[in-house]
Each structure stands twice: as C-alpha cells, then as structure tokens.
C-alpha cells in the first residue's frame, strides 16, 4: 500500500460515518469460470465483518452478480448491505426496484433473440437476472469471444431502452438504469454518511468511481486506465488496506 492510500484511509477513518463499499468478483474473489465456486481470498469476509461491526461504519458488497448468488457467496448471516446487479437489488428491502410492465416485456423479448445466439454458440452462456441478462464468454477462444460479444452487441441495439455494460468475458444488458455508484450515494444518503470508499476491477466500477465524489476513496483493483484515486494489485491487497482501515477506525 503506498503512502497516498495509506493517508487517505487515515483520513477516512475519522469521519463520523462511513459507507466501505467493495466489488465482489476480481476485488474480494479471484475471477474463475466456475461463477458459483469462486471464494473470497483468505481475511476478506473477516475484516469486513470486523469492519460492519464498528459505529458509524457501514459495508456493502456492491456486485453485479443477482442478490440471490451474492447472499450464497458471501453468508446471509453477517451485517452487510448486499447490492446485487449493479444496484438493481438490494438486501435492504425497501430499496428493491420493481419492473414495470413495458420493461418485462423488453426483457423477455431481449432474452429470447440472445438465446438464438447462445443456441448457435454453446460455448456462450446466459445468465438471467431481474432487470437484465448478462452474455458470458469466459473460456472461449478470444476471436470466437470477440464475435459473440458483438452479435450480442447489436441484438441489443434492435431493442429501444436496453443499456449494455461490457466486463471481463461479459456482456451485461439491462433494461433499467441502475448503477454501482448512485446505489453508494444513495445508500450513503440514507444513512447520512460523510464519505464513502469504493474498491473495484471492471468497467462498471470505473463508472462508479466517476459518480463517486472527490472526497470519497476509489481504488482500482488491478491493472488498466482508472478513474479511481489509488490503485492496488489485486485482491490480498484489498484485504490489507480493509484491515489497515479497520485498526485505524477501531482506535479513533
């Protein structure tokens, strides 16, 4: 951890509320083409549980995996706030966002021209949530990824008020407007936080980092152009700054 994050985390740590926001897969787990058997690396559940269990301190795993595979990920027993598809679900109850009827019927007809796809590469995958499919290539040949990532690209074009998100290996297509960073804010809003820190991998979280304020923490997980204020390598360094955050809270 370099000098810089270190002090801002020190900082951090003196305000009388604060959200501690983290992405899921390539920040807490490693990626995997298995998305249900990845795990968190060794500490990182602990220290946020350690961390949710001090005043003021608030920690959402924000991810865009569906609430229902989050809860299994990552215990449905300890004080998190899950945010699960990019904000579109929440573990707070009253912060789910409903479908209307024209946004069901767009996603079923979505659904049904990607699963024609899907059909004519097997190797490709669907996974299904409430506001959103998501177009899974990890694991194929990346000229044959490349090509399916576009078709699924322009079946989502023909059809009017679909957003497309790409990721790692993913093409994710949602028929609501919900976002990482407004969930923080949001959340941060009710609760009355002063500052909010983010750690993130993908594009969506270098989305999050650009809504996220100047006085928030961002941090981006790995390599590549980031929006974010700090950078770490990978997912054992987001289990030392957590702790570092953690010590240094838990004295103030």
């Keep these: 951890m370099d000098a810089a994050l270190r ?3 020190d900082r951090l740590a003196t305000r009388d509320s604060v959200v501690v926001g983290v992405d899921f897969d390539g920040t807490l787990a490693p990626l995997g083409d298995r998305p249900m058997e990845v795990r ?3 500490g990182a559940l602990e220290v946020l549980d350690a961390l949710a269990d001090l005043p003021g301190v608030t920690v959402a795993v924000v991810s865009g995996r569906d609430l229902s595979s989050l809860l ?7 004080p998190l706030v899950l945010i699960g598809s990019h904000g579109a679900e929440s573990s707070i109850a009253d912060a789910e966002h409903s479908l209307s009827d024209d946004d069901t019927s767009r996603l079923r007809a979505l659904v049904d021209d ?10 490709a995958r669907l996974e299904h949530k409430p506001s959103a499919v998501v177009l899974h290539t ?14 699924g690209e322009q079946i989502a074009a023909e059809h009017d008020g679909v957003r497309t998100t790409p990721g790692k290996n993913v093409l994710e297509m949602s028929v609501t407007e919900a976002g990482k960073g407004a969930s923080l804010l949001e959340l941060a809003d ?7 820190l983010y750690a993130g991998d993908d594009v969506t979280d270098e989305r999050a980092f650009a809504e ?8 981006k997980v790995g390599e590549g152009e ?7 390598a990978g997912e054992h360094d987001v289990v030392e700054l957590l702790e570092h955050l953690l010590r240094q809270r838990a004295d103030q």
């Design 7 to 9: 002090a801002a985390l």
């Design 40 to 42: 968190p690396v060794a």
């Design 72 to 78: 299994q990920l990552t215990r449905a027993s300890h």
């Design 114 to 123: 990607l699963s024609e796809l899907v059909d004519r590469h097997p190797e």
């Design 138 to 151: 990890r694991g194929m040949p990346g000229d044959a990824a490349r090509a399916v990532t576009t078709d």
């Design 190 to 196: 009710e609760l009355g936080a002063t500052a909010i």
């Design 212 to 219: 996220l304020r100047s006085t928030d923490v961002t941090i």
């Design 226 to 232: 980031t929006r974010a204020q700090h950078r770490v």
